[in-house]
């Protein structure tokens, strides 16, 4: 069975520090998404990614195809990055088909 | 304002009466899909549809139906809806299934008793 990998499950931050939530899946892929979903339920798309690395603002998604591992990385975090981070995958044999990990839950401590 | 608009909100129904939950977005968006999320299993795919007229399942499509007769419009259907479908759901639509950015629904938390 197709499965996507995050970890950790639960992240506490102190404000500033950099973080990093990993990623990882069984198969070849088409695709790699990032999510946030903020407390209040609402989910946006971070990063959307096939190869390589991508940056907004503070936040840095890399993807490392051969490992089949991908990470998201904060710098400098803040309170309100404090979110839900969920990983997705398209695997490459049903291109519609989406695949999530189960979330990375991250507080960030003022 | 480009978005997704997902209705109702919120809806308590009871065991074995038929509802839709509606599904639009405003992009021209060709790929939409359906999502339900329950605590410890995260989100997991129920049906999304490639274009208009092609549907197809995902992961935990037993007990819905859906249809795509306009580009815009994708309604889940529960024919007969039952406890195990209590959850919290999100449509979400993408310029095209694979590559593209995809645009979630504000969720539908829907409590079947």
């Known amino acids: 069975k197709n499965e996507v990998e995050q970890s950790p499950q639960n992240l506490t931050a102190q404000e500033g520090e950099f973080i990093t939530i990993n990623c990882s899946y069984s198969?070849?892929?088409?695709?790699l998404h990032w999510l946030q979903q903020h407390p209040g339920g609402g989910i946006v798309s971070l990063f959307m990614?096939?190869?390589g690395k991508k940056k907004h603002g503070r936040l840095i998604a890399t993807i490392n195809i051969q490992e089949k591992h991908s990470s998201l990385h904060i710098t400098a975090s803040h309170p309100r990055d404090s979110a839900v981070y969920i990983c997705?995958?398209?695997?490459?044999?049903?291109?519609?088909?989406?695949?999530f990990g189960k979330g990375t839950k991250l507080s960030v401590k003022p | 304002e480009a978005q997704v608009t997902q209705n109702p909100r919120y809806l308590i129904t009871v065991t074995g009466k038929k509802l839709t939950v509606t599904c639009s977005q405003n992009?021209?968006?060709?790929?939409m899909s359906w999502y339900r999320q329950d605590p410890g299993l995260g989100l997991r795919q129920i049906y999304y549809?490639?274009?208009?007229?092609?549907?197809d399942k995902g992961d935990v499509p037993e007990g819905y139906k859906v249809s795509r007769k306009e580009k815009r419009n994708f309604p889940l259907i529960l024919e007969s809806p039952s406890p195990n479908q209590t959850s919290l759901y999100f449509c979400?639509?993408?310029?095209?299934?694979?590559?593209?950015?995809?645009?979630f629904g504000p969720g539908t938390r829907l409590t079947v008793t």
């Open positions: 979400a639509s993408s310029f095209l299934s694979v590559g593209t950015e995809q645009y």
């Open positions: 198969v070849g892929i088409s695709a």
């Open positions: 549809s490639m274009n208009v007229e092609v549907t």
């Open positions: 992009m021209n968006h060709e790929y």
């Open positions: 997705a995958v398209n695997y490459g044999g049903s291109q519609g088909n989406l695949i």
């Open positions: 990614l096939s190869s």
